[in-house]
């Protein structure tokens, strides 16, 4: 379980700076303001994601008394 927890951790931080990269990109193209707005909040609910699974993994896997 605590693999499949580090690998889902992992995949969330990576989605997160893609789409950092995504939005980016768009704003430095001049792209279309409404895409850049979808990224970014997007990345932020990526965020959330990642924070939330990162709280799990240290209270469930956090060493002595963990999860206690």
Avoid: C, D, H, W
Avoid at 14 to 21: E, N, P
Avoid at 37 to 45: E, N, P, S
């Amino acid at each position: 379980m605590e693999t499949f927890v580090n690998i889902a951790l992992i995949a969330a931080v990576f989605a997160v700076a893609v789409i950092l990269f995504m939005g980016l990109y768009n704003m430095f193209k001049g792209g279309s303001g409404n895409r850049s707005q979808q990224l970014m909040r997007a990345r932020v609910i990526m965020q959330a994601v990642a924070v939330l699974l990162l709280m799990a993994a240290l209270y469930f896997f956090g060493g002595p008394g963990a999860g206690s």
